[in-house]
């Protein structure tokens, strides 16, 4: 046991936690901003747009996390030299960050359809009756009640993403707890299962509260018809 | 055709304000409109009438274009429907909508349903808004439930709502498609009477319905399709006692026959 607790003296766990949360609410917040716009896209009317938000989805969503961050440490910021600050660690957590929200962005967007699935098409009719166009249709009637119908979907989404944020490791964020528990391992074989147990708990209490939340949300917001 | 041409008066009121010509439409292989000519003049009342799947309540949806049409043309107060865009919703603004199931906005209140239009679309300021939304909200009955979401009203009361939010915009015409088919019987009437109440004041009206009572008080002109097609109109007195084509003999011998 006091081998156990040394660990925590010599690696600092909860600041490699707290690097996941941050990667994860940068990632979300932007997730979300482009995963609305490619919903919205998916639902216009333009051809175009639909084809751009289908094929974008089909490409992220389809392609490994890994390789997707694995790709911008090694694509964006080693060869083409693009570079998010003038930190080093910090250029590759926000190359991370992106990575994570343009990944994400494709699975918010078809929870957001979802939703829009649960609006009756009753709604946008009367909507355009009353001489909306598509955008102000689509923001003052369509999305408030496609997200409320999208809580479940987008909690999952974001659930996801949490736990994802440890493949940040594939993108050389160094100092995120995936990272720090390769470490740890390296150094102190002799708890590896020990080590492992904490990680797992670490994310559970991380998600959980969010699976509760959601739920609440979705059944406190659902939209009475 | 009941129109009669006035001399004396200026163009733009004795052109008919919604003017169909050889409207055609197909769902698939079903051609659901065939040759619809139509002329609607300003303050009539037109009553649409038939048996189900006739093609009443597409005929409707074409005026202000939630249905396409296939060839043809429609036109409001002189304008042809243009596509799909800004001009098609600054046109929808002038064509007040009632759908059989109400449509209300489910996540705004029933005062927020009926002021959304005035400031959204025609860019009005909140307060003259709600103070229009609440004469319109009076004038139907439901001014008291203003606070209220759509789900916490009767379906009478949701339709009532319907036609104030409607009526917000202002229209030059109102479609009204099958109002009250989704209605407990009780609550028929209530929307019915604001129906003739609109009516009686000189709104020109688009009304598919099965309420032969309605078309009785309040039509101008009945209009009776079958198969996509205009068989007969005529004024109320005279379809009702006196139908010629033998599809609407039959229509009504079978409605009328209880």
Redesign the interface.
């Known amino acids: 046991m006091e081998n156990y607790l040394s660990l925590f003296e010599t690696y600092d766990v909860p600041a490699a936690f707290w690097v996941n949360i941050q990667l994860s609410f940068w990632a979300a917040i932007f997730a979300l901003v482009i995963g609305t716009v490619l919903a919205l896209f998916r639902i216009s009317?333009i051809p175009s747009l639909q084809w751009f938000g289908a094929a974008y989805v089909n490409i992220f969503r389809n392609t490994p996390l890994t390789i997707i961050l694995a790709f911008g440490f090694l694509g964006l910021f080693s060869v083409m030299q693009i570079s998010l600050a003038s930190d080093l660690n910090a250029s590759l957590f926000r190359i991370a960050i992106l990575g994570l929200a343009l990944y994400h962005a494709a699975f918010v967007c078809e929870a957001i359809r979802s939703g829009v699935n649960t609006v009756?098409l009753?709604?946008a009719?009367?909507?355009?009756?009353?001489?909306?166009?598509f955008l102000?249709a689509a923001r003052?009637?369509i999305l408030?009640?496609a997200f409320?119908g999208a809580i479940a979907p987008l909690g999952n989404v974001l659930i996801a993403l949490i736990k994802n944020s440890t493949v940040a490791a594939a993108g050389s964020v160094a100092t995120e707890s995936s990272g720090l528990m390769k470490t740890m391992i390296e150094f102190r074989s002799d708890l590896v299962i020990p080590i492992f147990l904490t990680f797992a708990l670490g994310f559970v209490i991380l998600v959980i509260p969010i699976g509760l939340l959601t739920t609440w949300a979705s059944r406190r917001l659902a939209?009475?018809? | 055709m009941t129109s009669e041409a006035q001399p004396s008066t200026p163009a733009s009121s004795t052109r008919p304000l919604v003017s169909l010509r050889k409207v055609n439409k197909h769902f698939g292989d079903l051609h659901v409109l065939r040759d619809i000519d139509l002329d609607v003049a300003r303050g009539e009342v037109v009553v649409v009438i038939g048996p189900s799947g006739s093609g009443k309540s597409t005929l409707c949806r074409a005026i202000?274009r939630?249905e396409t049409i296939d060839d043809g043309e429609i036109t409001i107060d002189g304008k042809v429907l243009p596509a799909?865009?800004?001009e098609?919703?600054?046109l929808?603004?002038?064509?007040?909508?009632v759908?059989q199931?109400?449509?209300?906005?489910?996540?705004k209140s029933i005062l927020e349903n009926v002021t959304?239009?005035p400031v959204?679309?025609k860019g009005m300021k909140p307060g003259p808004a709600k103070d229009l939304a609440m004469s319109l909200l009076k004038r139907v009955g439901v001014d008291n439930q203003a606070q209220k979401?759509?789900?916490?009203l009767s379906g009478g009361q949701q339709q009532r709502v319907?036609i104030a939010?409607?009526l917000a915009?202002q229209p030059k015409v109102m479609l009204f498609d099958e109002p009250t088919s989704a209605l407990d019987p009780e609550m028929i009437n209530e929307v019915l009477d604001a129906m003739v109440a609109l009516a009686k004041e000189g709104m020109t009206m688009i009304v598919v319905t099965h309420e032969m009572g309605f078309a009785r008080r309040a039509a101008d002109r009945v209009i009776f399709m079958a198969d996509g097609q205009i068989m007969e109109q005529a004024t109320p007195e005279e379809f009702f006692t006196n139908p010629r084509s033998d599809r609407a003999k039959d229509f009504l011998g079978k409605i009328l026959s209880h």
């Open positions: 009317p009756p009753g709604q009719e009367a909507a355009r009756a009353i001489g909306l166009s102000p003052l009637i408030p009640q409320r939209v009475a018809r | 202000n939630l799909e865009g800004k098609l919703a600054k929808r603004a002038d064509v007040g909508m759908f199931s109400f449509n209300l906005f489910a996540h959304l239009g959204k679309v979401l759509p789900a916490q319907a939010r409607a915009m």
